[in-house]
T-cell receptor, first 114, second 115 residues
Framework: AQSVAQPEDQVNVAEGNPLTVKCTYSVSGNPYLFWYVQYPNRGLQFLLKYITGDNLVKGSYGFEAEFNKSQTSFHLKKPSALVSDSALYFC????????????FGKGTTLSVSS | GAVVSQHPSRVICKSGTSVKIECRSL??????MFWYRQFPKQSLMLMAT?????????EQGVEKDKFLINHASLTLSTLTVTSAHPEDSSFYIC???????????FGPGTRLTVL
């Protein structure tokens, strides 16, 4: 069965510092991995995805994520955090099959202080 | 980018009534749409997968007779919560899969409150 783990409920970082939001996954076969961001009382916004190819994926708003097959991880990173990055971040995985649903981690709240 | 809309954004209803939520893909055709439910400060729970022109596939524990899903066109899926009860109060979010990018795009969500 597929699963996603986000080990941190909350990540706190000062503005201008680099940030990392952790994600590990479990899936049979090759994974499709995604990161989404959710602002209060809003839906999810797509940030980036990994399907195949380069392990370092660049996405929206300066975010990037690195796929590490040996560690089954897909951590989200940004070199310099902004206060406006404060939100709830979800990692998600699905099987390598079109039309299958995403399975989400529990989410990590990112708080960036000025 | 791909845009998914949901209507209404917020609804308050009395216990025992039915509520319909619409999910539309605005700039792409979605053969597959998904309905999720989210409780406060929790992750998204998949309720059902909806394929255009066929019956929805419900996740274990989700009552198909209570949560009616219709995917009548490539751009519209509806979720009807029938005989709503206070425990159905939640944030319902739909998503639509774009075939060209093989990515799910999410609607803004619907806050349902059942009194």
């Amino acid at each position: 069965a597929q699963s996603v783990a986000q080990p941190e409920d909350q990540v706190n970082v000062a503005e201008g510092n680099p940030l990392t939001v952790k994600c590990t996954y479990s899936v049979s076969g090759n994974p499709y991995l995604f990161w989404y961001v959710q602002y209060p009382n809003r839906g999810l916004q797509f940030l980036l995805k990994y399907i195949t190819g380069d392990n370092l994926v660049k996405g929206s708003y300066g975010f990037e994520a690195e796929f590490n097959k040996s560690q089954t991880s897909f951590h989200l990173k940004k070199p310099s955090a902004l206060v406006s990055d404060s939100a709830l971040y979800f990692c998600a995985v699905r099987e390598n099959q079109a039309g299958t649903a995403l399975i989400f981690g529990k989410g990590t709240t990112l708080s960036v202080s000025s | 980018g791909a845009v998914v809309s949901q209507h209404p954004s917020r609804v308050i209803c009395k216990s025992g009534t039915s509520v319909k939520i619409e999910c539309r893909s605005l700039d792409f055709q979605a053969t597959t749409m998904f309905w999720y439910r989210q409780f406060p400060k929790q992750s998204l729970m998949l309720m059902a997968t909806s394929n255009e022109g066929s019956k929805a596939t419900y996740e274990q524990g989700v009552e198909k007779d209570k949560f009616l899903i219709n995917h009548a066109s490539l751009t519209l899926s509806t979720l009807t919560v029938t005989s709503a009860h206070p425990e159905d109060s939640s944030f319902y979010i739909c998503s639509a899969r774009s075939p060209s990018t093989d990515t799910q795009y999410f609607g803004p969500g619907t806050r349902l409150t059942v009194l």
